[in-house]
């Protein structure tokens, strides 16, 4: 049976968000394979990823960037600000805690999105979302360690991450009504590459990667999982319905369960399985029920 015109894009871009999915969700393991297994510096990575990154996304938007305003760079750096408390925290986390946990716990921040914009913007809070991040809240219970009486440092860092990412799809969201995406993106970028080099001369010196795997990793999140999956992404959101890509993309942290298993041997006890299933479902209720500010992650982020 053949599809319509009209249906045959949707499938295809249908197809386009699940890949997306899985391509950040394999990040999580080459990064905290470089930051951990390799020893290479954080910062350095983020610095190195975002150059390349800002460089080709320069390149590919480069007809939009004219005629950018003060308004718009200042916009632009106020998001990249947030974006990079995001990559900075997982980054750190990554060092520490294994690649599975991070992407559900960097997932939480779909319910902190709402709980921003109500804090920030005034608007209401839902019965839905109250319910979902009870539901979170004891997933990340079940996930992180339930034998002890606090959270590990890996744990904290990324549930900044999570808030950091959070406050930019806020941020990005009233930003977007002043500026054009595209200005606003590599802004963001070059934002990011400024702090991360910034902190990298402070606290690391400067690192060039000398191992392969590392130079490998760090193209791989620069340009498949920024530049070409923020394009992708932009293309595909316009034709499959909002639901479905709330859905689709809420797939990354069980393809990140999947790659940390087969790939890495890292599994969830029972128990954090159970946590995983809780913020999972939490997620879902909040991306497929609506919230009063966009909830979908912005490729951006990954």
Not at 55 to 71: H, Q, S
């Amino acid at each position: 049976m053949s599809r319509s015109p009209e249906g045959a894009r949707v499938f295809w871009g249908g197809v386009s968000l699940v890949l997306i999915a899985l391509v950040w969700a394999t990040t999580f393991g080459i990064v905290r394979s470089t930051v951990s297994g390799y020893a290479f510096p954080p910062f350095a990575f983020l610095f190195w990823r975002f150059l390349l990154a800002s460089v080709f996304g320069t390149a590919y938007y480069f007809p939009a960037l004219k005629g950018i305003t003060p308004r718009t760079a200042w916009a632009g750096f106020v998001c990249g600000g947030f974006l990079f408390v995001g990559f900075a925290g997982q980054t750190l986390g990554l060092m520490t805690i294994p690649a599975a946990r991070s992407a559900f716990l960097t997932g939480l921040f779909v319910l902190m999105v709402p709980y921003l914009a109500w804090l920030t913007l005034d608007r209401p809070l839902e019965t839905h979302i109250v319910l979902a991040a009870g539901m979170a809240a004891v997933g990340l219970f079940f996930i992180t360690n339930p034998g002890t009486d606090s959270l590990s440092r890996g744990d904290l860092y990324t549930l900044l991450c999570a808030l950091g990412f959070a406050g930019q799809i806020v941020a990005l969201e009233e930003a977007g009504r002043l500026a054009d995406y595209r200005q606003l993106f590599i802004v963001q970028l070059v934002t990011v590459l400024v702090l991360s080099g910034a902190v990298m001369l402070w606290r690391e010196g400067f690192h060039v990667p000398s191992v392969n795997f590392v130079w490998m990793t760090i193209a791989f999140t620069a340009l498949f999982a920024t530049v070409l999956a923020y394009a992708v992404q932009t293309w595909a959101q316009q034709i499959v319905p909002a639901a479905e890509t709330a859905l689709l993309l809420a797939l990354e942290p069980v393809f990140a369960l999947f790659v940390s298993a087969f790939v890495y041997r890292e599994f969830f006890t029972h128990l954090q399985a159970t946590g995983a299933s809780l913020i999972l479902a939490a997620i879902l209720v909040v991306s497929l029920v609506g919230v009063p500010a966009a909830s979908s992650r912005s490729a951006s982020e990954s």
